[in-house]
């Protein structure tokens, strides 16, 4: 099993930037895959960007550029930058690991003036 604890998220203003924190309770190489995913009200959850035990990425193509995923030890992050109102969302933590989806409680983010 996999335990995830997100941090990070806040109120930010137009422009700005924020960095999510996911520590997972296992040793990140040991687990497949590790992603951030985003969710508002009454839409389906999608994905932001993910990163495998291999240091391969994907990232979604309406963050390209502003949002990066990296990861240390048995923590991934999300730098977000040049935040807009749109990014307004719930950001979760997803670990696969043995074939299994585990996911962290979540993150508010919201941007506004």
């Known amino acids: 099993q996999v335990h995830l604890a997100e941090s990070g998220g806040g109120l930010v203003q137009p422009g700005g930037s924020l960095r999510l924190s996911c520590a997972a309770s296992?040793?990140?190489?040991?687990?497949?895959?590790m992603g951030w995913y985003r969710q508002t009200p009454g839409k389906q959850r999608e994905l932001v960007a993910t990163?495998?035990?291999?240091?391969a990425t994907n990232t979604a193509d309406f963050v390209k550029g502003r949002f990066t995923i990296s990861r240390a030890g048995n923590t991934v992050y999300l730098q977000m930058s040049s935040l807009q109102p749109e990014d307004t969302a719930v950001y979760y933590c997803?670990?696969?690991?043995?074939?299994?989806?585990?996911w962290g409680p979540g993150t508010q983010v919201t941007v506004s003036s």
């Open positions: 997803k670990s696969v690991y043995l074939g299994t989806d585990y």
């Open positions: 296992r040793t990140i190489f040991s687990i497949y895959l």
């Open positions: 990163v495998t035990n291999a240091g």
